[in-house]
């Protein structure tokens, strides 16, 4: 059986970082104790975080019923990265605070039902589309040269290949969610619900 190729690591991505600066490459992430290594990871998953708190179809889960617990408290995920109410909960006004939702229409943590919300959730690296996984390392490999090296003049990679691989991913994100300009538009939400 051929494999073919497979998308990008987050270990082979933080050596395309380290490649960037000519630093030598890591072979396993174990190896943060070398400093630029350290420093590259943290950029990839700083910059993994920042892309993905937009919100994109691979990692927003819409219409997410949160129940309290037996405190009445809604806890959240881990790695929650933002959320709004949505459905029969859009009129509360819900944040996310820490790892609960607090209600600051009431001022309150507790919760007498669940919640429905659209959650934002932070993936590990290998579970992002591979299109999304060549815009962070790319946009990390930048910020890695902008903060550690300081002469754009030297960068690997160019701005234009940063916006080349987010008008990738954001392709394939338009691809994923089959958008309807008649059915989907805020205007026509509207005039369905004037009925």
């Not at 943290?42 to 019923?65: C, D, H, I, K, Y």
């Not at 408290?73 to 819900?94: F, H, M, Q, W, Y």
Request: net charge negative; charged share 25%.
């Amino acid at each position: 059986m051929t494999v073919g190729l497979a998308p990008l690591t987050e270990l082979e991505a933080i050596n395309e970082i380290l490649a960037t600066g000519s630093d030598s490459p890591i072979s396993t992430l174990e190896e943060n104790t070398v400093i630029d290594a350290s420093l590259a990871m943290n950029t990839l998953r700083a910059t993994s975080v920042e892309v993905q708190t937009r919100g994109w179809n691979f990692n927003t889960e819409e219409s997410w019923p949160l129940a309290p617990d037996n405190t009445g408290e809604i806890r959240l995920p881990r790695n929650t990265l933002k959320l709004d109410t949505v459905g029969e909960s859009a009129g509360l006004n819900c944040v996310q605070r820490g790892l609960r939702l607090y209600n600051k229409g009431d001022r309150t943590y507790t919760f007498d039902g669940p919640v429905t919300v659209d959650l934002v959730v932070g993936l590990d690296f290998e579970e992002l589309p591979s299109t999304a996984r060549l815009y962070i390392t790319i946009k990390a490999a930048r910020k890695y040269q902008d903060r550690y090296f300081g002469d754009p003049n030297t960068h690997s990679y160019t701005l234009q290949d940063e916006l080349a691989a987010q008008s990738v991913m954001m392709d394939e994100e338009l691809q994923s969610t089959d958008p309807n300009m008649l059915s989907d538009s805020q205007f026509m939400q509207d005039l369905r619900n004037r009925g």
